[in-house]
């Protein structure tokens, strides 16, 4: 009897550990579970306006459009809200439970990991690999990967054909023989853009790069060029003006949006219902506005008010 509880112990131990390995050490919830929980966390990158920090230290610093945005969602759920600082490496899965990371054009898995958070808001690209991860909600801004080069470059701007397409051919012939600063895991992966048939010689950081330091290392003269998204090169060419220009579209239109693990759907709808509403209300086109005021002289009609 002692051998036969040993082994049954024995059976239960390696069983137990079995199933500790096989579960993903994460706790995934929906819109009833975060109610019940009483909090919203918020996944969010340091990113152009939608995520900044005002104390690095200090999370309670976190502020932008993005996180306005997810703070008044909090609200509009009734629970509290709480940021989750991350990175473009890590967010995929803090959101849910598995790393993730798109690199030489494809998706590479890693670990299972813990679930952080419920969203991921910090003015995220919808690109094809990563709705193959996460549901996106509806789209809440414009955007587009264009080429951006110091101005003493030899790269001069396209006369706009009215074709993206043709335009973006313009633009690929032109980075033949040039230095352009790209960046993996993001919207300004080369990959997504088949830019290694242009000819240009493409830079990738060596070091963990944040998406708002490629225009000081261009001119830094790390690179003649860098790939550069609608938001950052907004906020670039207030910030250094006459330091750069942007030389035309390397991508078509693009939109950003939320990410919800695929297992959340009650979320997702709650949150495209609160979207529609501060649409409507003006309460969007106002934060907007305080982060992005020139983005209306670009997009007009993207953010005109609906009908009531």
Same mark, same amino acid.
């Given at each position: 009897?002692?051998?036969?509880?040993? /082994?049954?112990?024995?059976?239960?131990?390696?069983? @137990? $550990?079995?199933?500790?390995?096989?579960?993903?050490?994460? &706790? =995934?919830? !929906?819109?009833?579970?975060?109610?019940?929980?009483?909090?919203?966390?918020?996944?969010?990158?340091?990113?152009?306006?939608?995520?900044?920090?005002?104390?690095?230290?200090?999370?309670?610093?976190?502020?932008?459009?993005d996180v306005e945005m997810m703070q008044?969602?909090?609200?509009?759920?009734?629970?509290?809200?709480?940021?989750?600082?991350?990175?473009?490496?890590?967010?995929?899965?803090?959101?849910?439970?598995?790393?993730?990371?798109?690199?030489?054009?494809?998706?590479?898995?890693?670990?299972?990991?813990?679930? /952080?958070?419920?969203?991921?808001?910090?003015?995220? @690209? $919808?690109?094809?690999?990563?709705?193959?991860?996460?549901? &996106? =909600?509806? !789209?809440?801004?414009?955007?587009?990967?264009?080429?951006?080069?110091?101005?003493?470059?030899?790269?001069?701007?396209?006369?706009?054909?009215?074709?993206?397409?043709?335009?973006?051919?313009?633009?690929?012939?032109?980075?033949?023989?040039?230095?352009?600063?790209?960046?993996?895991?993001?919207?300004?992966?080369?990959?997504?853009?088949?830019?290694?048939?242009?000819?240009?010689?493409?830079?990738?950081?060596?070091?963990?790069?944040?998406?708002?330091?490629?225009?000081?290392?261009?001119?830094?003269?790390?690179?003649?060029?860098?790939?550069?998204?609608?938001?950052?090169?907004? $906020?670039?060419?207030?910030?250094?003006?006459?330091?750069?220009?942007?030389?035309?579209?390397?991508?078509?239109?693009?939109?950003?949006?939320?990410?919800?693990?695929?297992?959340?759907?009650?979320?997702?709808?709650?949150?495209?219902?609160?979207?529609?509403?501060?649409?409507?209300?003006?309460?969007?086109?106002?934060?907007?506005?305080?982060?992005?005021?020139?983005?209306?002289?670009?997009?007009?009609?993207?953010?005109?008010?609906?009908?009531?």
């Amino acid at each position: 009897m002692n051998r036969k509880f040993k /082994t049954l112990f024995s059976l239960i131990c390696w069983l @137990t $550990i079995a199933l500790v390995i096989g579960i993903k050490p994460a &706790f =995934s919830r !929906d819109l009833e579970q975060i109610k019940k929980a009483g909090v919203l966390r918020h996944i969010g990158i340091p990113y152009a306006n939608f995520v900044n920090y005002i104390n690095k230290d200090e999370l309670n610093s976190v502020h932008g459009l993005d996180v306005e945005m997810m703070q008044g969602f909090a609200k509009y759920l009734g629970v509290d809200y709480q940021f989750v600082p991350s990175t473009w490496g890590t967010a995929f899965g803090q959101l849910t439970g598995r790393e993730a990371v798109f690199k030489h054009n494809a998706i590479q898995y890693g670990d299972n990991v813990a679930i /952080t958070g419920d969203i991921i808001s910090n003015g995220a @690209t $919808i690109l094809p690999w990563r709705k193959q991860l996460v549901d &996106f =909600s509806d !789209d809440y801004f414009p955007s587009a990967v264009w080429l951006v080069a110091r101005s003493d470059s030899s790269l001069t701007p396209i006369k706009p054909s009215g074709s993206i397409e043709q335009d973006i051919k313009q633009v690929k012939a032109m980075m033949r023989g040039h230095d352009v600063l790209a960046m993996e895991q993001t919207c300004l992966d080369p990959h997504l853009y088949q830019l290694h048939k242009t000819g240009a010689n493409i830079i990738l950081p060596e070091h963990a790069r944040k998406l708002n330091e490629m225009v000081p290392a261009i001119l830094n003269h790390d690179a003649e060029s860098t790939l550069l998204d609608v938001p950052d090169t907004l $906020i670039a060419l207030e910030k250094w003006p006459g330091e750069i220009k942007v030389i035309g579209p390397v991508s078509s239109p693009q939109r950003m949006a939320a990410g919800f693990r695929k297992d959340s759907p009650k979320l997702r709808e709650a949150f495209n219902q609160y979207l529609k509403q501060i649409k409507k209300d003006g309460t969007y086109n106002h934060l907007v506005e305080k982060y992005y005021p020139s983005v209306f002289y670009f997009y007009g009609d993207y953010f005109a008010t609906p009908e009531q």
